[in-house]
Structures are given as structure tokens and as C-alpha cells.
């Protein structure tokens, strides 16, 4: 009976102090794609829970109680960071989620890419270029990549001026899909028929992430005059200590592939 008494004590106690009690889980987000075309993309936020809104901001700056509570869909009509949070009195704050809205970019006539994993490939050979996807969930529009180098070749429908190109990544360190360890990309040039390199990326995963898509750009300041791109991913041989698998070989997922 006193043990009873003792957590209603603390209970009641915590309440009328207003010392948050409970977080608040993120709000679900519905989009149809984070690629951008002519058409704006609506953006549906889902949560419902008493005493509690929905705030957002569209700059990239963490949404606090001062930013617009959400109402009705809002429309993304061009590159935004998007940061969502769920709020209330005597309540956590959710985590933060992060959607990052990009124009689709050039016209690309073919992506040709290393064998994915079996479990996680398609048939579809525009996948890496459909402008869907965006989504968190790595059973959806994703290729699987359990191999230690993915090497992806694009092809563009006509040599034009290219300063960048950006890869839809996941990570999803809880289901062992870890970001690149480096990124290299290559063009072609016709003049020596030879690939030459511009420029690499390295990644390190030295401590957590949270679960989302990465837009990894690769940017080429000068400019080069291609029609054949490429990109060698390298993924993670070994897992990091700090993670449960430690030791294991780490997924790569690709959604998309973009070019600008």
C-alpha cells in the first residue's frame, strides 16, 4: 500500500511541477516523391494525440513551438529541407524528421548498375531513375547491395554540361545499411577513350545516425562536358564496434540516381 501510495506521490508531483512525463513519438509523413518536377509535391503530416500539434520549418532549421503548426497538406515547390516535430505541454519533444526535396534534374537515357543482392533488386530499368522514392522504408523502390564495391554507370541522351551528381542513400544503421565508406565518380572522354576521374567522397560512420534517406552530391565546380558518367560506391567490409554487428559486412541501398 505505501509503494502504491509512493508512485502516485511522484506521479502527481511530476504533473504539477510541468516536468515533461512521456516524448512524444514523430509525426508519419506522405509524400509521393522528394524529387521535384513541374508539379508541386503535397506533403501529408499524420499524429494524433491530445494537447499536442505538428510544427515544421522549410529553411532547415529545427522546428520549435514559434514555427507554423501544421493543418493541411503542404505543397514543396522547390528544394526545401523540410524538419518536422510533434509538441506539447507536459510532454518530450519528438525527434525530428528530415525530408530533403531536390529538382529531378537531367534527362538520363540509361542507368546500367553492378548486380544487387537477389532479396533486394528489381527488374524495372529505370529504377535508379523513375523520380520516386524518398521513403525510409528499404523494401520500397530501394536496391540492395551486399558487395563491397557497386559501381553505377549513367548515361545521358546527349553530352551536355555536368556540375553535379546526387545519390538517394539510406541509412538504416538498425537494419545494418550504413552510408558509403567513399564515393568516386569518373567521366568519359571521348578524346583519349579513357575514363577520367573527378573527384571522390569519403563517408565515416564513427558513431549513430538516425534513420533516413542521405543526398550525397558529388560536385564538379568547373563543369565538365559528358554524356557517360560513373560512380564506384565502396560499402562497409566491417561494421563498426559501437554497433551490435559489429564485424559483419554493412547493406548499401541506392534509391536514385540524380544529375545537374
Known amino acids: 500500500m505505501r509503494a502504491r501510495f509512493m508512485v502516485f506521490f511522484i506521479f502527481i ?6 516536468q515533461p512525463v512521456f516524448q512524444l513519438a514523430p509525426p508519419t509523413l506522405k509524400y ?15 499524429f494524433n ?3 499536442a500539434a505538428i510544427h515544421y520549418t522549410m529553411n532547415g532549421k529545427e522546428s520549435a513551438t514559434t514555427d507554423p503548426i501544421y493543418h ?3 505543397l514543396i515547390r522547390k528544394k526545401t529541407i523540410l524538419k518536422v516535430k510533434t509538441m506539447g505541454k507536459d510532454f518530450l519533444s519528438s525527434e525530428t524528421v528530415t525530408v530533403s526535396f531536390v529538382p529531378a534534374g537531367k534527362a538520363i537515357k540509361k542507368i546500367i548498375y553492378s548486380p544487387p543482392h537477389e532479396s533486394y533488386a528489381n527488374s524495372r530499368p529505370d529504377i535508379l531513375n523513375d523520380d520516386t522514392g524518398g521513403s525510409t522504408n528499404y523494401r520500397k523502390n530501394w536496391l540492395g547491395f551486399e558487395r563491397d564495391t557497386a559501381q553505377i554507370d549513367i548515361e545521358l541522351g546527349k553530352k551536355e554540361t555536368v556540375r553535379s551528381v546526387m545519390l538517394d542513400l539510406l541509412q538504416d544503421e538498425g537494419s545494418w545499411i550504413f ?21 571522390n567522397r569519403v563517408l565515416v560512420a564513427d558513431k ?3 534513420k533516413q534517406t542521405v543526398q550525397e552530391e558529388m ?6 562536358q559528358a554524356d557517360k558518367l ?3 560506391l565502396l560499402s562497409v567490409k566491417r561494421i563498426p564496434d559501437w554497433h551490435a554487428g559489429r564485424g559483419n559486412h554493412g547493406w548499401l541501398f541506392i534509391d536514385e540516381i540524380k544529375v545537374y
Open 230 to 232: 560513373r560512380l564506384v
Open 13 to 18: 508531483y511530476t504533473m504539477n511541477n510541468g
Open 49 to 51: 494525440q491530445p494537447g
Open 208 to 210: 549513430p545516425s538516425p
Open 179 to 199: 552510408l558509403p565508406t567513399r564515393i568516386e565518380m569518373s567521366y568519359f572522354d571521348d578524346r583519349s577513350n579513357s575514363w577520367k576521374p573527378t573527384g
Open 219 to 224: 560536385k564538379l565546380p568547373m563543369g565538365v
Open 32 to 46: 509521393s516523391t522528394v524529387f521535384l518536377t513541374a508539379s508541386p509535391v503535397p506533403v501529408e503530416m499524420i
Open 72 to 74: 493541411s497538406p503542404v
